[in-house]
Nanobody
């Protein structure tokens, strides 16, 4: 059974930084694309960033240059470093794995105050 457990996030003032981590178990972590989505009330879940098994990354235009996704295949973790945070980055952030049927974490709140 796949488990994705997120940690980090929280409350920060605009311009600040936060980090999210996601620990995976129950999957052959290193072979899968991993990533982060975010969602705010009343809106669809938005893709934030992805990273392939080989480390190639992609980002939503809204976060490019501010967020960095990384992975450690030895530790089965994927991280999201968020710099220069803006109030519009406020959302629940979800770790996901592109496993068969997709796998999701439980979500972590990130709140950026103005």
């Amino acid at each position: 059974q796949v488990h994705l457990v997120e940690s980090g996030g929280g409350l920060v003032q605009a311009g600040g930084s936060l980090r999210l981590s996601c620990a995976a178990s129950g999957i052959a972590f290193s072979i899968y694309v991993m990533g982060w989505y975010r969602q705010t009330p009343g809106k669809e879940r938005e893709l934030v960033a992805t990273i392939t098994s080989g480390g190639a990354t992609s980002y939503a235009s809204s976060v490019k240059g501010r967020f960095t996704i990384s992975r450690d295949n030895a530790k089965n973790t994927v991280n999201l470093r968020m710099n220069s945070l803006k109030p519009e980055d406020t959302a629940v952030y979800y770790c996901y794995g592109q496993t068969p049927g997709l796998s999701w974490g439980q979500g972590r709140q990130v709140t950026v105050s103005s």
